[in-house]
């Protein structure tokens, strides 16, 4: 199937499903995306076990080949981060640094050695051959937020500013700090040399960082020399991917490096904003970015629903998936609660602790960047154990974002409820 062809199919079903929703369910786009489309995928797979049909079965092969890994992880993810990061109010996320750096960093690191902790546990139980460290690298995978399902979703249901301003911001830095761990426990696991966990930290981080604001601040100068809005647009495009490039060739963060472009050049845009508005009236810049990640988010989440089409069953699903859900949701709030105890009086929102750790776990969504990296494991796991990684994984992100997702709305509602009856009852207590 060439690529054309390819992209009218992924095209179609974005807009039949879009209408499809808008018509009759009314469900968040994103959520309804890749809940329709692996309903989708599950139906043509029960009729090519029927019936022989070349070209279903010509589709599902083209699914199956399609390197989703590469696309994602050497593709869009770049511009799909800076579209996201250009978005971030700098004023609240100067506010929330605290509880956002330590979520980032810290909530993400304990969750993922949690997890596994956890699952080495149930593993043993059912006597599945998966050792302390593999486990741990499953939790490397499914432990960060994604923010592209962070912004594609939480950002239209209604959260107040100040909460999606920690909860987008946190999705975007934990899932650097989630792709280092995973690079170093896969060290460990296929050792490919010697490997320093704070060496490995500082060198995927601190060296994303100088890069993206050394190349994005040469880059911004032309701008300045420049009247044209379009190449306002092509100016960005150019540098988020040349701090991509450079980053992953240099062994750093290009996911990081990729929010930080996407922030500098939102910052500056902001300050030269008299200008910018002079020259680009119509706000092409900014409009550009928010119809490319819409595009973006719409394929990426057709293309995990579709992916359905070629993830084999594994032996061990109907008794490890259940359990992971329960690790997961476990985990965060641990990793939540560490990093809360932390904050301390920083705690954003005027929640108390419980609230927060409630708030912040359910709000948790996966998406892509987990499935990719599950994907690379194929590369050193044995087929089963890879095959359960595939299956917890793709689990795991539609229990996320079909059931957190489409439920979160009302949990913040009802924490926002419990809020304001504790602040009363604080303040007749003070009476």
């Known amino acids: 199937m060439n690529i054309l062809l390819f992209l009218i199919i992924i095209l179609a079903f974005?807009?039949?499903?879009?209408?499809?929703?808008?018509?009759?369910?009314?469900?968040?786009?994103?959520?309804?995306?890749?809940?329709?489309?692996?309903?989708?995928?599950?139906?043509l797979v029960v009729i090519s076990r029927f019936f022989t049909i070349a070209p279903l079965e010509k589709f599902i092969q083209n699914i199956g080949e399609f390197g989703f890994e590469e696309y994602l992880m050497d593709g869009v993810l770049c511009f799909m981060l800076f579209a996201g990061a250009s978005k971030v109010n700098m004023s609240k996320f100067r506010q929330n640094v605290r509880p956002i750096m330590l979520l980032a960093l810290l909530s993400t690191a304990v969750s993922s050695f949690f997890y596994g902790g956890l699952f080495y546990l149930i593993a043993l139980l059912f006597r599945i051959p998966m050792d302390i460290w593999t486990c741990i690298l499953l939790g490397c995978v499914v432990s960060p937020t994604d923010p592209i399902a962070a912004t594609g979703i939480l950002n239209k249901i209604g959260l107040s500013k100040n909460v999606c301003s920690v909860i987008e911001n946190e999705s975007l830095f934990n899932d650097g700090t989630g792709v280092t761990l995973f690079i170093f426990v896969k060290t460990l696991i296929a050792p490919v040399g010697k490997s320093n966990f704070v060496e490995l930290m500082l060198k995927e981080i601190f060296g994303?960082?100088?890069?993206?604001?050394?190349?994005?601040?040469?880059?911004?100068?032309?701008?300045?020399?420049?009247?044209?809005?379009?190449?306002?647009?092509?100016?960005?495009?150019?540098?988020?991917?040349?701090?991509?490039?450079?980053?992953?060739?240099?062994?750093?963060?290009?996911?990081?490096?990729?929010?930080?472009?996407?922030?500098?050049?939102?910052?500056?845009?902001?300050?030269?904003?008299?200008?910018?508005?002079?020259?680009?009236?119509?706000?092409?810049?900014?409009?550009?970015?928010?119809?490319?990640?819409?595009?973006?988010?719409?394929?990426?989440?057709?293309?995990?629903g579709l992916l359905a089409l070629d993830i084999e069953i594994s032996k061990y699903v109907l008794i490890v998936v259940p359990a992971a859900i329960l690790i997961l949701i476990l985990s965060r709030s641990v990793g939540v609660f560490i990093s809360s105890v932390l904050t301390g009086r920083s705690i954003p929102g005027k929640y108390s602790m419980k609230e927060f750790v409630i708030l912040m776990t359910w709000s948790a969504l996966k998406g892509g960047l987990s499935l990719a990296l599950a994907l690379q494991t194929g590369e050193f796991l044995p087929p089963d154990i890879y095959n359960l990684f595939i299956n917890v994984t793709y689990v795991t992100i539609f229990f996320t974002v079909l059931v957190q997702g489409l439920t979160v709305k009302k949990v913040y509602f009802r924490l926002e409820e419990h809020k304001v009856a504790r602040i009363a009852a604080q303040k007749r207590g003070q009476v």
């Open 14 to 43: 974005i807009v039949g499903i879009g209408i499809l929703n808008e018509k009759f369910f009314h469900i968040q786009s994103d959520i309804a995306l890749i809940m329709f489309s692996v309903i989708i995928a599950l139906i």
């Open 208 to 304: 994303a960082v100088a890069v993206a604001l050394i190349v994005s601040f040469l880059l911004f100068q032309l701008i300045k020399l420049t009247k044209d809005p379009i190449r306002y647009i092509l100016i960005s495009l150019l540098d988020v991917a040349c701090v991509y490039v450079i980053c992953e060739h240099l062994g750093f963060s290009g996911v990081i490096a990729s929010v930080v472009c996407g922030m500098f050049f939102s910052y500056q845009m902001n300050r030269i904003e008299r200008r910018v508005k002079v020259i680009d009236p119509n706000e092409y810049y900014h409009d550009f970015w928010e119809i490319l990640e819409s595009i973006l988010n719409a394929v990426l989440f057709i293309m995990i």
